[in-house]
């Protein structure tokens, strides 16, 4: 929630500055790109950290973040953007830090209900999207647009002794043989490719961010109906993570990794040909928004299938758990980065239509190797050391 505050009014500001908007875009991509960078550091030190102090210094910096930004429209321009680059480059650094924490203390002390946990912490992320533009609105219409970061960022600071108070202090650490060092994770082709699946997901959603908005302008849509398109975009993935989170009972959710990439493809051709060829802004719509359950499934599903890939192989899921993190939260950074470069880029080669036809073959193509290329013969598992592997036929 607290990275979506500034998306109201801070391009607003920006602009009215004289601040141009490949400035303004680079402003917005520091927070997932110093999150990606981030992910390899805390998932590597975590253990040491320990989740709990690295939860709470996740909580610190997107205060931080926010507190930084108070300060922006008392600088000049060159101030401004200089300001503006660390406090959301804190908020990356801060939302690695959360992520990775709280994905890996649900995976060790929660391996039973991991999927529903999982869905229901991303819900409530959601949920936070909806409501940051309202909160933001309301308190800078109520006090500043300066005063209403200084407010946020006071209410993110309370939640850190709240945090720290509810939680255990204990670090579990689960390591093979007694050796005193946990193993890492052995990143195979399954991985790479439920990888790749994620950060898809997360590249169309970013994709279409800028693109539908100027697609649909163009289609003689008003502001106030785009605005109400990605509402229901992002409505559709939280109640999806709401559904996930009960349906995972049911079944294995880490085998429904194919379809995210399918709906999120499947929503593409809806949204870009398809629209087009039938002259329906309806139909771009309604792909539009069907993505937002395309990406919750990937969200969703991705880590389990990850952790359960490692199981198979031979590792401890809860050794491996901090890694697995680091790798998940990475995969969705890369898509926030590519996401909105794809749309820039293909802007100046194709056409809306062609920038989704073109995305949508990437996606086949992600389907066609999860189902084919990926590797079902555990008959070769491994024992895992500490520093060295002894592979029993």
């Not at 999150?35 to 550091?41: E, G, H, N, R």
């Not at 869905?119 to 409530?124: C, D």
């Not at 970013?206 to 697609?215: A, W």
């Amino acid at each position: 929630m607290s990275m979506m505050l500034v998306l109201p009014f801070y391009p607003i500001v920006a602009n009215e500055r004289g601040i141009s908007e490949l400035m303004i875009g680079l402003v917005f991509t520091m927070t997932p790109l110093l999150s990606c960078i981030s992910s390899v550091f805390v998932g590597k030190y975590i253990d040491s950290i320990g989740r709990r102090n690295t939860s709470c210094l996740g909580l610190f910096s997107m205060a931080l973040s926010l507190f930084g930004l108070t300060f922006v429209n008392s600088l000049d321009n060159t101030g401004f953007l200089v300001l503006s680059l660390i406090s959301r480059a804190f908020g990356g650094l801060g939302l690695a830090c959360i992520y990775i924490s709280s994905m890996s203390m649900i995976t060790t002390d929660y391996p039973k209900k991991r999927e529903s946990y999982i869905s229901m912490m991303e819900a409530f992320g959601g949920i936070g999207l909806m409501m940051a533009p309202i909160f933001s609105t309301f308190a800078t219409e109520e006090v500043s647009f300066s005063g209403s970061f200084f407010l946020f960022s006071l209410v993110i600071l309370a939640f850190v002794p709240i945090y720290w108070a509810s939680t255990s202090s204990k670090i579990q650490v689960h390591v093979i043989l007694e050796e005193e060092q946990p193993v890492k994770a052995k990143i195979n082709r399954n991985m790479k490719i439920d990888l790749c699946i994620l950060a898809y997901s997360y590249t169309i959603l970013c994709f279409l961010e800028p693109s539908l908005s100027l697609y649909l302008t163009n289609r003689g849509i008003s502001e106030n109906l785009i605005c109400l398109v990605f509402t229901g975009m992002t409505c559709l993935y939280t109640l999806t993570n709401f559904l996930m989170a009960f349906l995972s009972k049911f079944f294995d959710v880490h085998k429904i990794v194919p379809f995210s990439a399918g709906i999120c493809t499947f929503g593409l051709i809806l949204a870009g040909p398809l629209g087009e060829f039938l002259d329906s802004v309806l139909v771009s719509i309604f792909g539009a928004i069907i993505v937002g359950m395309g990406v919750a499934i990937a969200f969703v599903s991705v880590m389990p299938s990850m952790l359960n890939e490692l199981s198979m192989i031979g590792f401890n899921e809860n050794s491996v758990a901090e890694d697995v993190s680091s790798l998940v939260s990475m995969g969705m950074n890369m898509g926030e980065i590519i996401g909105p470069i794809f749309s820039g880029v293909f802007a100046l080669i194709f056409s809306f239509s062609g920038s989704c036809l073109v995305l949508a073959f990437v996606g086949i193509a992600l389907i066609l190797s999860s189902l084919l290329m990926k590797n079902k013969d555990y008959s070769k598992r491994y024992i895992l050391l500490v520093d060295k592997e002894v592979e029993i036929k």
